[in-house]
């Protein structure tokens, strides 16, 4: 079973590490963790002595990106189902590949197939491209004999969970790139234009409006304040992004909250349960136990709360409960999915519903998503038009008053 820790998705890092095991022998790798203290924990229950640890460096081109790996697959799987070698065929992806950090990743891989190594084992010296779902499955691939199949499975997956990763992008990044202008807009009008205004006031002899008068305080404590104000948005949305990523009890707050939001809180709810039946349907196709597949299944949902419901129907079904009622009891997956995991239980034919039940998803996500570049457009110009009207108008205020003061 997957720690907590990997379950719930918290930022990880790849350390090399020296040490010495039961038999005095000294053994070196790579692993995964969330620090140091997670990586010495990890060794000593294997009976490894820790004598040396560093976090692994990477330079030279951009990082390996995931759609580099997705692209990587299709093309293997291809030329594997063309009858092309193995080593052959990582020699002509290497050479055709762009990225520096990629062909060098491939070249590093061939290596070690060509020495002996099995593919599988070759990918887990790399967890920061493959993770435990690929390796599995790749593992599950050479074991039964049906690699190509299951390297175009991979891709398949991949595919799809870039896709949807890319719509949900789409659909948050014109609200925040507005929104991001708009603050600009009010910040440069408090500190600039309303200064101004206030020179033209003070000669005008009269009493100012409420209205006039909260802008103009508003915007002397900008001018006097704006670094200290920049100072804490920047510091403060480093410090809780830094806690979002590495707390497990803040990821899991979050992640709740995200699920909860107004509009938004629907479309990452339904993105979530397509990722999640994706993963698993692909897990469970390419013959992986239930009990295993789930071990991959709650990272990949990239939500906290559903990894954690991951973990109990893990639990569940290991002690013989069936899928159907593990996945009832965690309460946060709805009456559709339950239903086709249902009849794809009686029916033997469960990674074909699954596939289903991510597909219509996938799709409710798509609508979604163009429905909201309809929706969120008059709600940006009427939230825009408040904040920026309102101090416009406030401006103007006294200069109506002109005549009666005159």
Same mark, same amino acid.
């Given at each position: 079973?997957?720690?907590?820790?990997?379950?719930?998705?918290?930022?990880? +890092?790849?350390?090399?590490?020296?040490?010495? =095991?039961?038999?005095?022998?000294?053994?070196?790798?790579?692993?995964?963790? %969330?620090?140091?203290?997670?990586?010495?924990?990890?060794?000593?229950? #294997?009976?490894?002595?820790?004598?040396?640890?560093?976090?692994?460096?990477?330079?030279?081109?951009?990082?390996?990106?995931?759609? =580099?790996?997705?692209?990587? &697959?299709?093309?293997?799987?291809?030329? $594997?189902?063309?009858?092309?070698?193995?080593? #052959?065929?990582?020699?002509?992806?290497?050479?055709?590949? !762009?990225?520096?950090?990629?062909?060098?990743?491939? *070249?590093?891989?061939?290596? =070690?197939?060509?020495? %002996?190594?099995?593919?599988?084992?070759? /990918?887990?010296?790399?967890?920061?491209?493959?993770?435990?779902?690929?390796?599995?499955?790749?593992?599950? *691939?050479?074991?039964?004999?049906?690699?190509?199949?299951?390297?175009?499975?991979?891709?398949?997956?991949?595919?799809?969970?870039?896709?949807?990763?890319?719509?949900?992008?789409?659909? +948050?990044?014109?609200?925040?790139?507005?929104?991001?202008?708009?603050?600009? !807009?009010?910040?440069? @009008?408090?500190?600039?234009?309303?200064?101004?205004?206030?020179?033209?006031?003070?000669? /005008? %002899?009269?009493?100012?409006?409420?209205?006039?008068?909260?802008?103009?305080?508003?915007?002397?404590?900008?001018?006097? &304040?704006?670094?200290? @104000?920049?100072?804490?948005?920047?510091?403060?949305?480093? $410090?809780? $992004?830094?806690?979002?990523?590495?707390?497990?009890?803040? #990821?899991?707050? $979050?992640?709740?909250?995200?699920?909860?939001?107004?509009?938004?809180?629907?479309?990452?709810?339904?993105?979530?349960?397509?990722?999640?039946?994706? &993963?698993?349907?692909?897990?469970?196709?390419?013959?992986?136990?239930?009990?295993?597949?789930?071990?991959?299944?709650?990272?990949?949902?990239?939500?906290?709360?559903?990894?954690?419901?991951?973990?109990?129907?893990?639990?569940?079904?290991?002690?013989?409960?069936?899928?159907?009622?593990?996945? #009832?009891?965690?309460?946060?997956?709805?009456?559709?999915?339950?239903?086709?995991?249902?009849?794809?239980?009686?029916?033997?034919?469960?990674?074909?519903?699954?596939?289903?039940?991510?597909? /219509?998803?996938?799709?409710?996500? =798509?609508?979604?998503?163009? *429905?909201?570049?309809?929706?969120?457009?008059?709600?940006?110009?009427?939230?825009? %038009? &408040?904040? @920026?009207?309102?101090?416009?108008?406030?401006?103007?205020?006294?200069? /109506?008053?002109? *005549?009666?003061?005159?």
């Amino acid at each position: 079973m997957a720690t907590a820790s990997a379950a719930r998705n918290v930022k990880e +890092l790849v350390f090399e590490w020296e040490g010495r =095991d039961k038999n005095g022998k000294i053994v070196r790798g790579e692993i995964r963790a %969330g620090g140091e203290a997670q990586v010495s924990a990890s060794l000593r229950r #294997q009976g490894i002595l820790l004598t040396k640890l560093k976090k692994r460096r990477t330079s030279g081109g951009r990082s390996v990106k995931q759609k =580099d790996i997705a692209l990587f &697959t299709r093309q293997l799987a291809t030329m $594997m189902k063309a009858g092309v070698p193995l080593l #052959q065929a990582f020699d002509i992806v290497g050479r055709g590949a !762009v990225n520096p950090r990629l062909t060098k990743l491939l *070249g590093d891989i061939r290596a =070690d197939v060509e020495t %002996g190594t099995s593919l599988s084992a070759a /990918f887990r010296k790399h967890p920061m491209q493959f993770d435990a779902l690929y390796c599995n499955l790749v593992e599950a *691939g050479e074991a039964g004999g049906i690699l190509e199949q299951l390297l175009e499975r991979l891709s398949i997956y991949q595919e799809k969970t870039i896709a949807l990763k890319n719509k949900i992008k789409a659909a +948050l990044m014109y609200p925040v790139a507005v929104l991001m202008v708009a603050f600009i !807009v009010v910040v440069v @009008i408090m500190v600039k234009v309303v200064p101004a205004f206030k020179d033209v006031f003070s000669s /005008f %002899g009269a009493d100012l409006p409420g209205p006039t008068l909260v802008v103009i305080a508003m915007s002397e404590f900008f001018v006097a &304040t704006w670094p200290f @104000i920049l100072l804490g948005m920047v510091g403060g949305g480093y $410090m809780f $992004m830094q806690a979002w990523r590495r707390s497990e009890k803040m #990821q899991m707050v $979050m992640d709740r909250l995200l699920l909860r939001i107004p509009i938004f809180g629907g479309l990452i709810n339904k993105s979530v349960i397509a990722r999640w039946t994706r &993963t698993l349907s692909t897990m469970f196709a390419a013959g992986v136990p239930l009990v295993e597949a789930l071990d991959s299944v709650g990272g990949s949902a990239g939500n906290a709360v559903y990894a954690e419901a991951t973990q109990k129907i893990q639990r569940d079904v290991s002690t013989g409960s069936a899928l159907t009622t593990a996945m #009832q009891s965690t309460g946060v997956f709805p009456n559709m999915v339950l239903q086709m995991t249902s009849i794809g239980e009686e029916s033997g034919s469960l990674d074909h519903m699954l596939a289903k039940a991510a597909e /219509f998803y996938e799709d409710e996500v =798509d609508d979604m998503v163009k *429905g909201l570049s309809s929706l969120m457009e008059p709600i940006i110009i009427v939230i825009l %038009g &408040t904040i @920026i009207g309102g101090i416009v108008v406030a401006m103007y205020l006294p200069i /109506f008053k002109i *005549g009666s003061v005159v």
